[in-house]
C-alpha cells in the first residue's frame, strides 16, 4: 500500500505495484525527508451508501463508480461505518466481507435495523485502461516549523485499453461527448456467427423503423447485441423472456411519439481519466500549546482524456489555516482554536475530504458552488479525565447555501460517575430546501467495584422545508432512543449484561411528522465462564418493531452461543458455535456455457423443438461425453428474507504435544487431525415465526440448505521445511 495521511487535500491510500524510495538525512534539529513512487495501479477509490434493511444481516451488493454489480474488491481496503460510526472486520466483530463477489454481511454480533444508515469505503479493480500513478514529496522539519510540498498524478493510458476494446466510431464518440456520460454511449451491435449457445438478432425494417428483433435461423444475417437499461419509457425495446440462456429483448413501437421501452441496443464507454493533485504545508509552534497549520493545495481533473471539451472545469484551488493556543494552564486547562477552509467547486480529491457523515450533518449532498468552512471554539479541561468543547461552526456554498452549526462534545469523569455527550444544532438556509437539525448523543454510567449500570438517550428531530412552498421534504424525520442496561464482572474475564432499548420513530406522514414505528429491544452479552481450558460465551438480541398504522409486528433474533473446551492436556480441542439470524438469500441468475465435450457439467435437451435454449431444458449430463456446458452465475441484485440457523462443530486433535516424547508419540507428533462439521439452514422469513432448529425437515419454506462434513489430515503443520494437507469433503 502507498499512502500519505498527514496531508488534508492530498490524502490517499492505493495498493499499488511498482517501485518506491524514501531518503533522510540530518540530524534532530534539521532533518529532510524525500520521498517517490511509479507504479501501476491496482484499485479505484470508490464508495456504496444504502440503508440498512429490518432484521437483514445481508449479503449487500457493492458497486463500483458506474454502478458494477460486479467487482473485485481489493482485500483489507474497505472502511465500513453504521451512523458515522467505524466497524470493525471479522466473525468475533461487527462484519465479514466477501472480496470476490464483492458482498458484505454483518455477523449477528451487529444487527442490523432500518435505521442504520451504512457506508463502505473500498478499492476494486478498475481495469478498463492501464493506469499509471507517479507521487512525490520532500518535507523539511525544525524544532519549532516544518514545510513540505507533495505532487500526486495518476492517468489512464489512453493507447492501452485492457477491459474494452475501442474501435474509431467509439473512440469518435468519446472525443465528442466531453465529460457526459450520457454521450459516452456507443451502438452495441455487431455481425457475429450462428450458434445455438448464444442469443442473437437480425435488423429488420417495419412501419418505417429499423429494429433488432431475436432470430435462431443461421441463415439470416446475425447481430451480437447488447442491451442497456436506460429508465422507464426512455427506450424502444423492453424485456420479453429471461428463461432462456440469454435474456431476449424486443422492439415496441412507439406511441404518440413516445418511447414505451426501457431499454436500448447501447453500451456505456469509459473515458480514460487524469488526477494530478499538489500541495504546500506547514507548521509553525512558537511554543508549547500554541500552533498554526496551513495548507494550500492545486488539482487538475480531466474526465475524458479523448476531448477537450467541457475542459475549462479542470482546474481547482484549495487552502486550510488552522490556528489553536492555551490560554489558562492551571489545574483548569482552556484551549482556543480556529480553521478557515476555502475550496473551489472544480477542487478533486483522491479520497472524501471530510468525515463519512459530513452532507447528512449539514444537507449539502445535492449542494454545488464555491465552499468556505470557518470554525472556531474553545476546550475547557477541569481535569485530565474530563472535558468540555464547545464549537462554531459556518459553511457557505457561493450564493446557494449558508448554514450555521453549534456543537457541544464533552465527557466528564468523576469518582464512579461518568457522563459524556455530543450535541450539536443546524440551522441552513440553501436556494431549495432550509434545514434545522437538532442532534444529541448522551450517556451516563455508575460504576462500582465489578457492577455498573448506565442509561443513553439518542435523539434527532431532522427537518428539511421547500424555500418555496415551506413544506416539509422526504429527508425530514424524527426519532427518540432511551437505553438502559446493568452489568456484573470483568470484560476480560467473566461477565454479564443486559439491556433494554425503546425507540420512536417519526417519518413524514401527509405534510407532518408522525410517530410510524415503535421498536423494542432486549440483549444480553455475555461470558459465561472461563478457565484455562474452556469458556462459554451468550449472546442475543431480540427486537421488536411495531408499525403504527398497521399494527403489523416484525420480530428479529440475532444470537450466538460459542463454547471451546481443551482436553487431555490440550491433545483435543474443541469448537462449538451455534447462531441465529435474519437476512437474505440471492435469487441466482444464472447461464450455460458451452465447452468441450466432457469438460462441463450439464447437457441440453430441446424438449419443446423450438430452438432455443431454455434454462429448464439444462439437466446435469449422465454420461461425462455429453456434458458439453457448464453453469455461470450472474451478478443480481433480487433477494428473498429469510431466517438462518447455523451450527458449526470442529474437533481438532493436536499430536504436536508428544513432540518431546519417543517412540509412536513421537512419530505421531508429526500429525495434526482437523475435523469440522457446518449445517446452514435458511428458511423463508414471513409473518412471526422464528427458526431455532438447524436440522428442521425440508419444507416448501426451506430456501438453503448447506451442509459440510471436512475431514484433513496435516503432516508437519506450520513446519517451514515442508507440509502436507490431506482433506476429506
Known sequence: FLENRASRFLNFNKKVQGISGTVKFGNDKS??????????????????????????????????????????????????????????????????????????????????????????????????????????????????????????????????PVQQNLNKEQVDILKQAGDSLALMMAPSAYPDTYSENKT???????????????????????????????????????????????????????????????????????APTRLTLATVMGQYKPKDFTQI???????????????????????????????????????????????????????????????????????????????????????VS????????????????????????????????????????????LSAKGSVYNTNFVRSKTQAVYTKDKNWAGSRLDLENYQVKDVATQQFQTLSQKYAQIDAFVGRGDTLKTYVEIGYKFRVNDSLQNNVLRNVSNAHSFYVKSQLFKTQTS??????????????????????????????????????QTNTIYETSSGAVAQQEFTYIKVDPGLGTHMWNDYNGNGIQELEEFEIAPYPDLAEYVRMFLPNQSFVKTHQTKLTQVFNFNFSIWQNESG?????????????????RSILRDGNGIAWNPFGSS???LVAENSNIRNSIYFNRGKQKYTTIYSLI
Request: no cysteine; aromatic share 16%.
Open 200 to 270: 442473437l438478432y437480425k435488423k429488420v425494417k417495419q412501419n418505417g423503423y429499423e429494429f433488432y428483433q431475436y432470430s435462431n435461423t443461421p441463415t439470416d444475417t446475425l447481430y451480437m447485441v447488447s442491451f442497456s437499461y436506460v429508465g422507464p419509457s426512455n427506450g424502444n425495446y423492453r424485456l420479453a423472456n429471461s428463461s432462456g440462456v440469454g435474456k431476449i429483448y424486443e422492439f415496441i413501437e412507439p406511441v404518440d411519439g413516445l418511447n414505451q421501452g426501457d431499454y436500448e441496443p447501447l453500451i456505456q464507454l469509459i
Open 293 to 379: 497549520d496551513f495548507e494550500f493545495g492545486f488539482s487538475n481533473h480531466d474526465e475524458n482524456l479523448f476531448s477537450p471539451i467541457d475542459d475549462e472545469d479542470n482546474q481547482g484551488i484549495a487552502a486550510n489555516v488552522n490556528a489553536t493556543h492555551r490560554v489558562l494552564n492551571n489545574k483548569w486547562k482552556v484551549d482556543v482554536f480556529g480553521n478557515v477552509q476555502l475550496v473551489t467547486e472544480n477542487f478533486k480529491t483522491i479520497e472524501r475530504l471530510y468525515s463519512i457523515e459530513f452532507d447528512r450533518d449539514w444537507n449539502v449532498s445535492n449542494t454545488f458552488g464555491n465552499q468556505s468552512l470557518l470554525t472556531f471554539g474553545s476546550k
Open 382 to 425: 477541569p481535569n485530565d479525565n474530563s472535558f468540555f468543547t464547545y464549537q462554531y461552526s459556518r459553511l457557505e456554498y457561493t450564493n446557494s447555501y449558508i448554514g450555521h452549526k453549534q456543537s457541544l462534545i464533552g465527557n466528564y469523569l468523576y469518582k464512579n460517575f461518568n457522563l459524556n455527550t455530543n450535541t450539536s444544532f
Open 664 to 680: 509412536f508419540k513421537k512419530f505421531a507428533s508429526q500429525f495434526h487431525l482437523q475435523s469440522s462439521f457446518i449445517i446452514d
Open 31 to 160: 532533518k529532510t525527508t524525500i520521498e517517490t513512487a511509479a507504479a501501476l495501479v491496482r484499485g479505484q477509490y470508490a464508495k456504496s451508501e444504502f440503508v440498512g434493511q429490518e432484521g437483514n444481516q445481508g449479503p449487500y451488493k457493492l458497486k463500483g463508480t458506474n454502478n458494477q454489480l460486479y467487482i473485485l474488491i481489493i482485500s483489507g481496503s474497505e472502511s465500513v461505518y453504521v451512523n458515522g460510526r467505524k466497524l470493525t472486520r471479522g466473525e468475533q466483530n461487527d462484519y465479514v466481507i466477501d472480496y470476490n463477489s464483492g458482498e458484505i454481511r454483518f455477523t449477528t454480533l451487529f444487527p442490523i435495523t432500518a435505521e442504520m444508515r451504512i457506508a463502505v469505503e473500498y478499492q476494486y479493480t478498475d481495469r478498463n485502461y492501464a493506469r499509471f500513478l507517479g507521487y512525490g514529496g520532500i518535507k523539511h522539519e525544525r524544532e519549532k516549523w516544518n514545510i513540505a510540498g507533495y505532487v500526486y498524478t495518476e492517468t489512464d493510458i489512453k493507447n492501452q
Open 699 to 701: 419444507s416448501d419454506e
Open 535 to 572: 469458556d462459554l460465551s451468550v449472546y442475543a438480541n431480540y427486537r421488536r418493531l411495531k408499525y403504527t398504522d398497521t399494527g403489523l409486528v416484525e420480530p428479529t433474533l440475532n444470537s450466538r452461543i460459542t463454547y471451546n473446551d481443551r482436553y487431555l492436556k490440550n491433545l483435543i
